[in-house]
């Protein structure tokens, strides 16, 4: 059966990967591909209201502290929709798809960052997704430091422009990020062959370039 490429785009925060992900896609439909983009969480009517509760600073008033496993039952919730409602449909259809964080993040984050451990969070991405895997991960790992203080900034110029607050994550120690980098650097070196992990701080321009090389590999394989 044909089957459509999922890439998937990783980092922390601030790395720059939503940029490179919507320049790639708009360089794949000037080719006259057939391109859908969505991130996590979010991406479904579902995924977008869980998005409200994880991401937004001001939710736990109201919930209550979000513990660590009911966090990561909510990404695998966004996640299981995001497959039944467009990635599976797209790939089915033999399309693109190019999604913003996939398990990389919740292994990073939750496994990671949370400190739960890959192995519980790879067991439920083995229930909720049947083990649906990236074609090709592109992960975005400049220095961490940098990656912090531009998501800071961004975050704070949400606020004040958009009245959103995204930055429950954000707000994280640098201890906690030093764990998802971790995490990030060992699924990099456990999975080779689906991960490209790029470490340089080159230009946006630069770093554009080697994805759209990496990935033109990968479709005309
Ligand atoms: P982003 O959409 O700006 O990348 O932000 C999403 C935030 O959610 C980011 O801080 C990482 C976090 N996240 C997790 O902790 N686990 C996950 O599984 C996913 C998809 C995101």
Not at 116 to 128: D, N, R, T
Not at 181 to 198: C, M, W
Not at 206 to 212: D, P
Request: charge should be negative.
């Amino acid at each position: 059966m044909s089957r459509g490429t999922f890439i998937t785009f990783e980092g922390l925060d601030g790395s720059g990967k939503t940029t490179q992900l919507n320049r790639l896609a708009a360089h794949l439909r000037a080719q006259g591909r057939d391109v859908v983009t969505l991130r996590q969480p979010g991406g479904t009517a579902l995924g977008d209201r869980i998005r409200g509760i994880l991401l937004d600073s001001r939710s736990e008033a109201s919930t209550g502290a979000i513990a660590p496993i009911a966090e990561l039952a909510l990404m695998f919730a966004d996640r299981a929709q995001a497959i039944a409602e467009v990635i599976s449909p797209a790939l089915e259809t033999n399309k693109i798809v190019l999604c913003d964080r996939f398990t990389d993040s919740s292994e990073a984050y939750q496994g990671g960052g949370r400190q739960l451990g890959s192995e519980q969070v790879l067991a439920i991405h083995q229930a909720v997704c049947g083990g649906l895997l990236p074609d090709l991960t592109i992960l975005l790992l400049p220095d961490l430091a940098a990656s912090l203080a531009r998501a800071r900034r961004r975050n704070q110029r949400h606020v004040q422009q958009a009245g959103t607050d995204e930055n429950r994550f954000e707000r994280e120690g640098d201890v906690f990020y030093q764990r998802v980098y971790h995490a990030y650097e060992e699924i990099a070196a456990r999975e080779p062959h689906r991960v490209e992990a790029i470490r340089d701080d080159a230009s946006i321009e630069a770093i554009e370039a080697r994805i759209r090389g990496i990935v033109e590999a990968r479709i005309e394989n």
